[in-house]
């Protein structure tokens, strides 16, 4: 049974930093989606494997990172300066296939995600 096990969440102060972790092992594509209470599941960012590439929403884009490290076969995504609207249940999602750079934000388009791990960003 393929698993994404995640962590990394926390409760962190605004203007601070956390790194999330997604063992994924197999995926050509794997991302962050976030869901806020009482907020449709939203699209975070995205990097793919094999003919690379990284996305992110604009409402992270400069502060979150992701990266990977392919000995370990885990994708990081590293949050900085956060701030309160930021507080929500990250999901790591993966695809098998490559997801095409118009489809990377379609939750559809991944077969696979995680328990989801809760990042509470408050004072």
């Known amino acids: 049974q393929v698993q994404l096990v995640e962590s990394g969440g926390g409760l962190v102060q605004p203007g601070g930093s956390l790194r999330l972790s997604c063992a994924a092992s197999?995926?050509?594509?794997v991302g962050w989606f976030r869901q806020a209470p009482g907020k449709e599941r939203e699209f975070v960012s995205t990097l793919r494997r094999s003919g690379g590439g990284t996305y992110y929403a604009e409402a992270v884009k400069g502060r979150f990172t992701i990266s990977e490290d392919r000995d370990k076969n885990t994708v990081y995504l590293q949050m900085n300066t956060l701030r309160p609207e930021d507080t929500a249940v990250y999901y790591c999602?993966?695809?098998?296939?490559?997801?095409?750079?118009?489809?990377?934000?379609?939750?559809?388009?991944?077969?696979?995600w995680g328990q989801g791990t809760q990042v509470t960003v408050s004072a």
């Open positions: 999602a993966a695809a098998v296939n490559r997801i095409i750079t118009s489809a990377v934000t379609n939750q559809r388009r991944y077969n696979y």
């Open positions: 197999g995926f050509n594509t």
